[in-house]
């Protein structure tokens, strides 16, 4: 049973538009999340955290938008550009259970097309 | 600052060897964590050390053993591998808080395992 949910495995923009990334859960548990960029051959690096008391947090280009009634987050690039083509991870964070590790959705591959 | 460092980059082994797979840290984390990687599957945990001294299973642990030699290091080893085991293993280590929350988790470069 997959508790973070990314549906889609891809992403196609053009550069300077805005790249959409979406996640879904469904543990309610889950109160701090984060985003991860993989590029080819690399290891996972941390872009951008939220925790469940706030609903938006931004960080230079990156946006990443919380709703909790919905179970639902999405990270936001403006604007995008063709560096930023990589895999996008969404990960969450709780207590309970699910303390002392991340769990994962399986990724979004977004393009940035010049 | 090196982060999180993992030995070997590149590994070949034929079915049935063995080897271990090596892990440090500098950031004074207390919880570890080694992943692997297989396309269209995402990342998935194998084992994870909370803290010094424990180890717990993570969604994929047959086939693997861990050992939290201590604060710094965390190694997993493929005691008899299989072709199943090919793949790209992620090691990493996060700051955890208040009820084991991760807060921050920072992933090694990667070992590309492949059994023959």
């Known amino acids: 049973d997959q508790q973070v949910k990314q549906n889609s495995p891809s992403l196609s923009v053009q550069e300077g538009r805005i790249s959409i990334l979406n996640c879904d859960y469904t543990n309610s548990m889950f109160d701090y999340f984060l985003w991860y960029k993989k590029y080819p051959a690399e290891g996972p690096t941390f872009l951008i955290s939220?925790?469940?008391?706030?609903d938006k947090n931004e960080d230079g280009r990156f946006t990443v938008f919380l709703n909790k009634s919905a179970k639902h987050l999405s990270l936001h690039i403006v604007p995008s550009q063709p560096g930023d083509s990589a895999v996008y991870f969404c990960a969450a964070s709780g207590s309970g259970g699910s303390n002392y590790k991340l769990t994962f959705g399986k990724g979004t591959l977004l393009t940035v097309n010049p | 600052n090196a982060g999180v460092t993992q030995t070997p980059k590149f590994q070949v082994l034929k079915t049935g060897q063995s080897m271990t797979l090596q892990c440090a840290q500098d950031?004074?984390?207390?919880?570890m964590y080694w992943y692997r990687q297989d396309p269209g599957m995402g990342l998935r945990l194998i084992y994870y050390?909370?803290?010094?001294?424990?180890?717990d299973k993570g969604e994929v642990p047959n086939g693997y053993n861990v050992s939290r030699l201590n604060k710094r290091e965390f190694s997993l080893r493929l005691e008899s591998a299989a072709p199943s085991q090919t793949s790209v293993y992620f090691c990493a280590s996060a700051k955890t808080g208040s009820g084991g929350r991760v807060y921050e988790q920072y992933f090694g470069p990667g070992t590309r395992l492949t059994v023959t």
């Open positions: 950031m004074n984390h207390n919880s």
């Open positions: 050390s909370a803290s010094e001294g424990t180890t």
């Open positions: 939220i925790s469940s008391i706030k």
